[in-house]
């Protein structure tokens, strides 16, 4: 096994369950700290900003990381938009249906968020959409603006159940608007394409680790990275025995990974 | 070109244009009137309620007839509800996005409607519609509800332009569950087969007249049944050039059509 100078992270399923914890996460995570390997939580997420993912994983999980080390589906967004976006402040608008995650992210680039006329629509997880919004989406893409989901998982684990994730929603626009969108989010490849920019390394250079194969584990063989499953998720060794491409490697705890 | 014993007549597109009169279609619904040929609007609608229907056409068209003469997609989506609901009040429960045309429907036909554990959950246009509402459909359908779509439409045209229509509302809740939907309207045949009911006449004894092949034409094809397809609306001669499956007859305006 080689050894890797960076480390991209996925949050739930690789370094906690929901509110359960897994210690060999917490050690792995302590490994590379103590070995200043750098290492980014690369997650799908855009309702939180890094701040509220660090006093998470600080509050309930006993691992104490910098908001530096947290790269979100809403930060990647906002890094492309301000990638693609013309110059010209009249060109920096967008309408967003998404969380306080991604709106910061956009206005930090300096993105003015309106329902007129934008030149971008972003689709993400927002537990406070309404038909009207979608209707806003919809009308704009019409009129041409670039229409972009974050990323396009099915659903959103909470303690009701499996409720509709950013995926529903993205899916939705995409259906009134006949539009595929551009997707951020693993299994899509702009977030580690992005991530690579940020943790400023090569792409032989850094492994993705992850437990759910449809997402961190695609992304990364699409983006032509090593990939490391590790079975504390979603993923099975039955499910994965049935894929044609595999991780590169597959582990059953953080513990057995050296560095 | 045979004489038919009842119709079954699009609305908009084909008796009227929004706004627009359709002044062959006054005539001709007048000719059936005179000539007492039954006949039914079979319309995707689900917002309104048949006296909706009535007062729209009476009063911005000069269109008079019945609400026994308007059969709505909320109407087909109740029928259908009331044929496949087990026995016991127990069974006819409901969670409906939807607006009054279906809501007043289902409990015309005695369904009570309720987010808690229902039977049935139908999707249709909503204007109101939260993510909230499609969080309770998809945990509804996740715990064993059965999924029905009123219809497939990806738009709704209003003068602010292309709005999602009830098919996009229906995917989000379709890709959040991972469920495919019964669907009750156009290009879809359940509309028709409880129209036929309700009509009392048999298959080749009714023609489907419509402007959109993509879902009048479609359905009577998919259903068995005669269509004419009239070009005041959606579909064009350039287009129907292309298809398959022809329309049993087209024509440019009902004024040539024959009773």
């Known amino acids: 096994m080689p050894k890797y100078k960076g480390y991209f992270i996925d949050l739930d399923g690789t370094v906690y369950r929901g509110k359960h914890r897994i210690p060999a996460a917490r050690r792995f995570i302590e490994r590379l700290q103590a070995k200043k390997i750098p290492f980014l939580f690369v997650t799908n997420n855009t309702t939180k900003m890094p701040v509220d993912v660090v006093r998470n994983l600080s509050d309930n999980h006993d691992i104490h990381v910098k908001p530096e080390n947290v790269y979100t589906a809403g930060l990647a967004t906002a890094d492309y938009l301000d990638d693609i976006a013309d110059p010209g402040k009249e060109n920096r608008t967008v309408f967003v249906v998404g969380e306080k995650g991604l709106k910061q992210a956009l206005m930090q680039k300096g993105f003015v968020i309106t329902p007129h006329h934008p030149k971008f629509v972003t689709v993400a997880l927002d537990d406070q959409a309404t038909y009207k919004d979608f209707a806003i989406a919809t009308l704009a893409i019409q009129h041409g603006a670039t229409f972009i989901g974050t990323n396009i998982d099915t659903n959103i684990p909470n303690e009701k159940g499996m409720l509709p994730g950013a995926g529903a929603l993205v899916d939705m626009v995409r259906y009134a608007t006949q539009t595929q969108p551009i997707v951020i989010g693993k299994p899509k490849t702009i977030i580690l394409r992005n991530a690579l920019k940020l943790i400023g390394l090569k792409k032989d250079q850094v492994v993705m680790v992850g437990d759910n194969y449809m ?45």
């Open 215 to 259: 997402t961190d584990i695609s992304a990364a063989i699409n983006f032509g990275m090593d990939s490391l499953l590790v079975y504390t998720g979603v993923s099975t060794p039955q499910q994965i025995a049935t894929k044609k491409i595999k991780p590169t490697y597959q582990i059953k705890s953080l513990d057995q990974w050296k560095l």
